[in-house]
T-cell receptor, first 109, second 111 residues
Framework: SQKIEQNSEALNIQEGKTATLTCNYT??????LQWYRQDPGRGPVFLLL?????KEKRKERLKVTFDTTLKQSLFHITASQPADSATYLC????????FGAGTRLTVKP | DAGITQSPRYKITETGRQVTLMCHQT?????MFWYRQDLGHGLRLIYY???????DKGEVPDGYVVSRSKTENFPLTLESATRSQTSVYFC??????????FGPGTRLTVT
């Protein structure tokens, strides 16, 4: 069966450092991979979408990579800030999306 | 510009009762979705709709019914609520082949 794993439930880092979150998947060949941010008590908010023929995508302090051979995506937040603290979700596909369980990131000042 | 709204935001119901969760979007997006979010499972797709009168099952459709008579509305009905349906429900919409926009969620408790 299809499986999506995000590296850890929680990640704590110091302000200013780069946060790296991992999303691994099995038994799936998605054409698209997306990352969302979710704050407590709120709905997910879209961050980045990357296609299978794209190796890397950037948006301000965010960078996503998509390795279809390793079946893995890495999500980086550079120069992290306490305001980046949230749960980050990876999602495979477009309209019939499958989500990972998320990684809760805490950036300490 | 309301975007996407859900009602009610909180609901407590008893086992066996029918309950309908409402979702409304103002963007005229063609696609709409219903997800449930539970600890340990993340977000799981219940049903989605590509257009009015077109609906498809997602990952966990059992026990749920949807309809879409108008583009802007996508109600989700639990015909006979069970405790296992206690969850946070999110509605989302998209133009298609793009990112999804999520509503604020409905927290449903079935006692």
């Amino acid at each position: 069966s299809q499986k999506i794993e995000q590296n850890s439930e929680a990640l704590n880092i110091q302000e200013g450092k780069t946060a790296t979150l991992t999303c691994n998947y099995t038994n799936y060949s998605p054409a698209y991979l997306q990352w969302y941010r979710q704050d407590p008590g709120r709905g997910p908010v879209f961050l980045l979408l990357i296609r299978e023929n794209e190796k890397e995508k950037r948006k301000e302090r965010l960078k996503v990579t998509f390795d279809t051979t390793l079946k893995q995506s890495l999500f980086h937040i550079t120069a992290s800030q306490p305001a980046d603290s949230a749960t980050y979700l990876c999602a495979l596909g477009l309209n019939d999306m499958r989500f990972g369980a998320g990684t809760r990131l805490t950036v300490k000042p | 510009d309301a975007g996407i709204t859900q009602s009610p935001r909180y609901k407590i119901t008893e086992t066996g009762r029918q309950v309908t969760l409402m979702c409304h979007q103002t963007w005229s997006h063609s696609y709409m979705f219903w997800y449930r979010q539970d600890l340990g499972h993340g977000l799981r797709l219940i049903y989605y709709s590509a257009a009015a009168d077109i609906t498809d099952k997602g990952e966990v459709p059992d026990g749920y019914v949807v309809s879409r008579s108008k583009t802007e509305n996508f109600p989700l009905t639990l015909e006979s609520a069970t405790r296992s349906q206690t969850s946070v429900y999110f509605c989302a919409s998209t133009r298609g082949r793009n990112e999804q926009y999520f509503g604020p969620g409905t927290r449903l408790t079935v006692t």
